[in-house]
């Protein structure tokens, strides 16, 4: 009588729970279409100037998918011009009717930094507001930073949900730090000490810090934008992309979120109405991209029920030739489709 060997036992023993794993995989994702689960859009995030009431206006029709009223470097830094702009964005935010607001989940406040008289104010202010639910801080240098800011809100906070935040990377400290940053939670808890959601690269003030000469290559922010992106990826958080001071070119613009994207950003800063509709329509996959992605989702499920873990992709190169596809690059089109989908794009049906 035939007994097999100790090691083809092993091998048939991993070669059946990788096929069990390989269809969960696919019947998980199959289960996420039919329920509708999207990646939320958070591709683009427009500063409004809180000390504008015709700005502020103007961001209840804004397509942007995150707003973010601005206290800090839009407005003059006096007592009077805080003051009056924390007071208008207050007034704005519990007097127009909830139904004509942004959704909270687009709704952010960038307020003033730790380093500032300013910023205990703004928190005991912005905190009383139940449609804020995000609040961008600028000038994170380090952790100590977002202790400061954490302690404010466990004094000043509210019970009615979990804050955001977006700490923006600015210095060289900063940078030097990011790890660190990226990987900070609250001793309170996310739901008195706020959670970190993203990472946001403000270019400028790390030109102003570092001395780095700003140009239309981007070449010397290669390292710090390529260094942010993967930080923010491997702590789970959002990437986002610095603003394109030159918002009257759009092409220049158009380059610099696809620039942005293949570093692995998720989004980027707008700082003009105009910019927004580029920046969205950049931050998702192409038509291309999305028809590669839903094959191979496609031919991958049918691999699988062969029990096979790769299959060969044609490039279409009029050379025969073919690209091998596995694992990891069905995660990279899983995530194209889902991103694609919550954006109303067409996902083709492969046969």
């Given amino acids: 009588m035939y007994t097999p060997s100790s090691r083809l036992l092993r091998s048939l023993r991993t070669s059946y729970h990788q096929a069990i794993r390989s269809l969960s995989f696919i019947r998980q994702y199959s289960i996420a279409q039919e329920q509708g689960h999207a990646t939320p859009l958070r591709r683009s995030y427009l500063y409004v100037p809180a000390s504008s009431e015709r700005m502020l206006q103007k961001s209840l029709v804004t397509g942007s998918d995150i707003i973010i009223y601005d206290l800090e470097d839009s407005i003059a830094p006096s007592e009077e011009d805080k003051n009056h702009a924390r007071k208008r964005l207050a007034d704005f935010l519990t007097r127009t009717a909830p139904e004509n607001l942004p959704h909270p989940s687009r709704i952010a406040v960038r307020v003033n930094s730790t380093h500032t008289p300013f910023f205990e104010r703004d928190i005991v202010s912005i905190l009383t507001i ?168 496609h031919r991958m499920a049918q691999a699988h029920a062969e029990q096979k873990g790769a299959f060969g992709l044609d490039l279409g190169d009029s050379k025969g030739g073919k690209e091998m596809i596995d694992a990891p690059m069905l995660k990279q089109a899983e995530k194209s489709v889902q991103l694609a989908r919550a954006a109303g794009l067409p996902i083709p049906k492969i046969s």
């Avoid at 946001?200 to 070449?219: G, K, M, N, V």
Wanted: hydrophobic share 45%; net charge negative; proline share 3%.
């Fill in 130 to 297: 139940s449609s804020v639910r995000t609040l961008v801080l600028p000038k994170i240098h380090s952790v100590e930073d977002l202790e400061i800011v954490t302690d404010a809100m466990e004094a000043f906070g509210r019970a009615q949900g979990t804050i955001n935040l977006i700490a923006s990377i600015e210095s060289a400290l900063a940078l030097h730090n990011v790890g660190a940053i990226a990987s900070w939670k609250s001793v309170y808890g996310p739901e008195k000490g706020g959670e970190l959601r993203a990472l946001l690269f403000a270019a400028e003030d790390y030109c102003a810090d570092t001395s780095i000469i700003r140009t239309a290559s981007r070449q010397e922010l290669l390292y710090p934008r390529s260094q942010i992106a993967i930080t923010a990826k491997a702590f789970g958080l959002d990437a986002i992309d610095m603003v394109c001071v030159n918002y009257r070119d759009l092409e220049f613009l158009r380059d610099e979120c696809a620039d942005g994207r293949r570093l692995g950003f998720s989004g980027k800063q707008a700082i003009h109405p105009t910019q927004v509709d580029i920046i969205q329509s950049t931050f998702v996959p192409t038509e291309q991209e999305i028809l590669r992605a839903a094959t191979i989702v």
